[in-house]
């Protein structure tokens, strides 16, 4: 079966400080993946999203960047956090062939402080 | 690029009546619906969804209604339950990519 996994759960990081999370898929080939912020009591915001190893699409300039560097593994990077960047945010993969329902990770709290 | 609205922001109902959330789009595009259930520091987890070829579809206590021409969708929640409380989302999507969320619903049942 398909699973995804994103990490950590929850990080504290200082205002300035790099910032790197990783989201990884089992089960599947060729998915597409996403990485969505959520702030406090607000609704989803899709920040990036890829169809394939090394294609980045970029909703929202901002700070952050995203790479896919393998097929299952999408990573979400800024090189200077700013307070503005807290928030929940949420890794989530679709594949076609499967219908198209989007699945979501447990999601990293991070606070910028 | 498509852009999802969604209302209202709030909704208060009592338990055993019905809630309903409507959702606008913009892309004519989009050909995917799907309706998320977001408990309190959970992820959001799909409930129902509904593709353009259907005009409503129906899971027990929950149905989804889309109106292709005038670009809205609806979901429909009868005899409201307490467990039922939670953040709605609405999204749309073009064949599974690029999903775009609508601002999210908070729903309370009241006992």
């Known amino acids: 079966s398909q699973t995804i996994h994103q990490w950590p759960a929850t990080l504290v990081q200082p205002v300035g400080s790099p910032l790197s999370l990783e989201c990884t898929v089992e089960?599947?080939?060729?998915?597409?993946l996403y990485w969505y912020r959520q702030a406090a009591g607000r609704g989803l915001q899709l920040l990036f999203y890829?169809?394939?190893?090394?294609?980045i699409s970029s909703e929202v300039p901002q700070n952050l960047s995203a790479s896919r560097p393998q097929d299952r593994q999408f990573i979400l990077s800024s090189k200077k956090l700013l307070l503005s960047d807290s928030g929940f945010y949420l890794c989530a993969w679709s594949v076609l062939n499967r219908g198209v329902e989007a699945f979501f990770g447990q999601g990293t709290r991070l606070t910028v402080v | 690029g498509e852009n999802v609205e969604q209302h209202p922001s709030t909704l208060s109902v009592q338990e055993g009546d019905s809630a309903v959330i409507k959702c606008t789009y913009s892309?004519?595009?989009?050909?995917?619906f799907p309706w998320y259930k977001q408990e309190l520091g959970k992820r959001p987890q799909l409930i129902i969804d509904i593709r353009s070829n259907v005009g409503e579809k129906k899971d027990q206590r929950i149905a989804v209604t889309l109106n292709k021409t005038a670009k809205h969708f609806s979901l429909h929640i009868t005899e409201t339950q307490p467990e039922d409380s939670a953040v709605y989302f609405c999204a749309a999507s073009f064949k599974g990519q690029n999903f775009v969320f609508g601002p999210g619903t908070r729903l309370s049942v009241l006992p």
């Open positions: 890829s169809v394939g190893i090394g294609q």
């Open positions: 089960g599947t080939s060729n998915p597409n």
């Open positions: 892309d004519s595009a989009s050909n995917y």
